[in-house]
C-alpha cells in the first residue's frame, strides 16, 4: 500500500514550492503553495516525491498533478473528494486515466490544457485605468472575491 501524506502547514507548503521548477505548468500551483492557499498531497518526501497533488482552496475540482509515477498520482486521487478533471503533463496523462478508467470504471477524456508563453516582452500599453500591481497592493487582493485572486 502507498503511504500518502498530506501537507497543509504553511512553512511545509513554501518549502515543498522550492523543490518544484518555475514553468508555465507549474505557475498556478507554485503561486497556491506559497500562499498557503492549498493543500498537497504526496507520495515520498518533501524533497523527493514521486507524486504531488495539489488541490487548491479555490478550484477544488481540478487538482494539479506532478510527478512521473502514475500508479502514486492514482493512488493519492482515488483518494480525493469531489473532483471532475486532474491537470497534469501530457506524457503520462493517458496512464493515469487508464488507472482511472479501471478503478473507478468510468470512461476517462483527454481534453488537453494549453498553456501560453511569451516568445517577446509584452508591449507596454497605456490606459488611464489601468495600473501595474505593486507590493502595495497585496493586502487589496487578499481580500478581494476568489475569483479576483
Not at 492557499?37 to 479555490?58: P, Q, S
Amino acid at each position: 500500500m502507498t503511504t500518502v501524506m498530506t501537507i497543509d502547514d504553511s512553512a511545509e507548503l513554501l518549502a515543498l514550492a522550492e523543490t518544484m521548477p518555475d514553468t508555465p505548468e507549474t505557475v498556478i500551483a507554485l503561486h497556491t503553495l506559497r500562499q498557503g492557499r492549498c493543500r498537497a498531497h504526496i507520495v515520498g518526501t518533501l524533497a523527493r516525491y514521486h507524486a504531488l497533488v495539489i488541490d487548491n482552496d479555490e478550484v477544488l475540482d481540478e487538482p494539479g498533478c506532478y510527478g512521473d509515477d502514475p500508479e502514486a498520482i492514482w493512488s493519492i486521487l482515488r483518494d480525493l473528494p469531489d473532483w471532475f478533471a486532474a491537470n497534469m503533463r501530457e506524457s503520462i496523462a493517458g496512464q493515469v486515466g487508464s488507472l482511472v478508467e479501471r478503478g473507478w470504471g468510468e470512461p476517462v477524456r483527454d481534453l488537453g490544457d494549453p498553456h501560453f508563453t511569451l516568445q517577446r516582452p509584452a508591449p507596454l500599453l497605456s490606459d488611464p485605468n489601468v495600473r501595474v500591481l505593486t507590493a502595495a497592493d497585496v493586502a487589496l487582493l487578499d481580500a478581494a472575491s476568489p475569483k479576483i485572486r
